[in-house]
């Protein structure tokens, strides 16, 4: 099995119409400090997959 490394980044927090909209960015990564690519990352009912530089970028919506 492979150790996998995630790194998150919240931005860019925007308020429209009583509803939030959150940017999620992030990376994963083996135990060796290389990219893996085609990770399903799963927030809620949000899913990406991550590019071939195991980067991703979630945009979630959250109403109050």
């Known amino acids: 099995s492979r150790l996998v490394l995630i790194a998150f980044l919240l931005s860019n927090v925007i308020t429209v119409n009583a509803s939030e909209i959150f940017t999620i960015m992030g990376r994963t990564l083996a135990?060796?400090?290389?990219?893996?690519?085609?990770?399903?990352?799963n927030v809620g009912d949000y899913k990406v997959t991550t590019d071939k530089t195991g980067q991703f970028e979630l945009k979630l919506k959250i109403n109050d």
Not at 31 to 41: F, P, R, S, Y
């Open 31 to 41: 135990e060796d400090g290389k990219a893996i690519a085609n990770v399903n990352v």
